[in-house]
């Protein structure tokens, strides 16, 4: 008999104890519950998102695109960023393209600079240039073919465009 009294008492004191945590679960069930329905809304759209990023790179073989670049280069000190380098292309490009009037000896200085540039930008991304071996026409073909590297690449820079006029009045 003192024994079921003892389990009768502790169990009074466990459903004293409690008491507080079932009022709180009773009256916040709607908050825990709708914390629980996002966790699960956040699992399941990480799951998916990681499921279609394995499937798109299944779909253009990412290895096999990547396979042949030698990544340690791009943590390489002193490299400068390819946005950095596509911002001074497109900047030297419209230079070239528009001289406005500046000196000869300006505007072999700018496509030098913007030859420079290209062959910085096929080093960073891994493709085969001649631009520093050629001269004259043999090079402005060189130049346009490269400029179409990059493009494929990803890397877009401005189309040549004609030099604005201005209308007299």
Same mark, same amino acid.
Do not use: K
């Given at each position: ?11 009074? @004191? ?12 009773? @009256?916040?069930?709607?908050? %825990? %519950? ?6 699960y809304a956040e699992w399941r !759209?990480?799951?998916?998102? $990681?499921?279609t990023i394995a499937r798109l ?5 990412? !290895? ?9 280069? @791009? ?12 911002? !001074?292309? $497109? ?31 096929? $080093?960073?991304l891994g493709l085969a240039e ?40």
């Amino acid at each position: 008999m003192e024994v079921g009294r003892a389990i009768l008492l502790a169990l009074a @004191f466990v459903a004293v104890a409690s008491l507080p945590v079932a009022f709180a679960l009773v @009256f916040c069930a709607d908050e %825990i %519950i709708d914390r629980v329905a996002c966790r699960y809304a956040e699992w399941r !759209d990480h799951r998916r998102e $990681r499921r279609t990023i394995a499937r798109l790179d299944r779909a253009v073989e990412a !290895d096999s695109l990547t396979r042949g670049i030698d990544l340690t280069e @791009f943590d390489r000190e002193g490299r400068r960023p390819l946005e950095e380098i596509a911002a !001074d292309l $497109r900047r030297f490009g419209d230079q070239r393209v528009n001289p406005n009037g500046r000196p000869v000896v300006w505007h072999a200085a700018v496509v030098d600079a913007y030859d420079a540039h290209l062959r910085a930008a096929c $080093r960073c991304l891994g493709l085969a240039e001649h631009l520093g071996e050629l001269e004259g026409v043999d090079r402005q073909i060189e130049r346009v073919r490269v400029e179409g590297m990059l493009h494929a690449a990803g890397l877009t820079l401005p189309a040549a465009r004609a030099p604005r006029r201005q209308r007299h009045r």
